[in-house]
């Protein structure tokens, strides 16, 4: 039995799944804010190791090149693919439409944040026709599968903006300052402060449906993840103190910053709908820390609804995971 392991590398997390049989049986990630030093992801390998035992074959993706904590995309790519092979025997990269490379540095541009093809690619060796829809910690991905091919516009980070196929919208990574311009409170519109006081983990902590497990990541003001405190960092986007107010009007400022999100979301995949090229009785397939946002999505668009796990196996976390998760059957498939 060939058994492959497929890893994700982020700038904020690392994702691993490992698959049997053409099936995931086992996905984790661990926190890694490259940002703050390159060390803490030589610890989260080993740490993913020893969770997820050995494999026949490693895949690699990532878009953890984009951090500050590289120049160059290309730098980061050749820097992030050392790092894993100190741990990976003989990983093999995913270089997007050019399939798995074992040089790295000769397909940097292809490797770079192409993680959300991956997936796409995974989604459609299961079904024909489908919009693939990731929400993810930090980022969305909205990816059309036409005839059991990615049909996708972009290639890159900005043809994938512009064309509708990347927001920059996540569960819990997203500054609330760019969820909106502007909130309502108190029966006014007001500004919000320019900020990083809060983050969309703040929003969806007040509302009371985030799983903690999906925040990995300190919050703004180094505080306590709890409700009241999330509250307080909330009432500061808007110059204000929590004691302002009563718990029901930031549980409803909540709301606005969660359903501007929403709206955020269901623009671009409108804007991508409207290209005309997927059949209109294809289902949403979803996956991420943010699957519910996903699936509330599609309710929006008119899509049924289908789980990226309930294709691939490995419940929730093999959604979480997804990347990885299509990293590690895509290698099966032709490794």
């Known amino acids: 039995m060939t058994t492959t392991i497929g890893w994700d590398i982020g700038g904020a997390h690392l994702k691993a799944a490992r698959a049997e049989n053409g099936r995931v049986v086992a996905a984790a990630q661990a926190a890694t804010p490259l940002w703050q030093g390159l060390g803490c992801l030589d610890a989260a390998f080993a740490e993913l190791t020893r969770r997820l035992g050995r494999a026949d074959v490693h895949g690699v993706t990532m878009s953890g090149e984009l951090c500050d904590a590289f120049a160059t995309r290309r730098e980061g790519v050749i820097g992030l693919s050392a790092i894993a092979a100190r741990h990976l025997p003989t990983p093999r990269f995913y270089a997007g439409a050019a399939g798995f ?3 790295a540095a000769a397909h940097a541009l292809e490797i770079a944040s192409a993680n959300w093809r991956a997936s796409a690619e995974a989604t459609a060796l299961k ?3 489908a919009l693939f829809l990731d929400i993810g910690s930090t980022t969305t991905d909205l990816i059309p599968i036409v005839g059991g091919r ?3 516009v972009g290639a890159d980070d900005a043809s994938r903006l512009a064309a509708g196929e990347l927001v920059y919208a996540g569960l819990t990574r997203s500054f609330v300052m760019a969820m909106a311009a502007r909130a309502p409170f108190a029966g006014q519109w007001t500004p919000l402060m320019n900020e990083y006081f ?3 983990a703040d929003v969806r902590r007040v ?3 985030l799983d903690e497990a999906a925040d990995l990541m300190a919050t703004a003001d180094g505080r306590a993840k709890t409700r009241a405190a999330s509250q307080a960092r909330l009432a500061r ?3 204000r103190e929590a004691e302002d107010a009563p718990a029901p009007a930031w549980a409803r400022l909540a709301a606005w910053f969660a359903e501007a999100q929403v709206r955020d979301i269901c623009d671009a995949a409108f804007l991508r709908l409207s290209r005309g090229d997927l059949a ?4 949403a397939v979803v996956a991420g820390a943010g699957e519910a946002i996903a699936r509330e999505v599609a ?4 899509m049924s609804c289908l789980g990226f796990s309930d294709l691939t196996g490995g419940g929730a976390e093999a959604s979480l995971c997804a990347p990885a998760a299509a990293v590690a059957l895509l290698a099966a498939n032709v490794l």
């Open 101 to 103: 490379v074992a040089d």
């Open 127 to 129: 079904i024909p026709d």
């Open 150 to 152: 990615v049909a996708a």
């Open 198 to 200: 809060a983050s969309a």
């Open 207 to 209: 509302l009371g449906d």
């Open 237 to 239: 986007m808007i110059g």
């Open 280 to 283: 209109a009785n294809a289902p």
């Open 299 to 302: 309710r929006r668009l008119g």
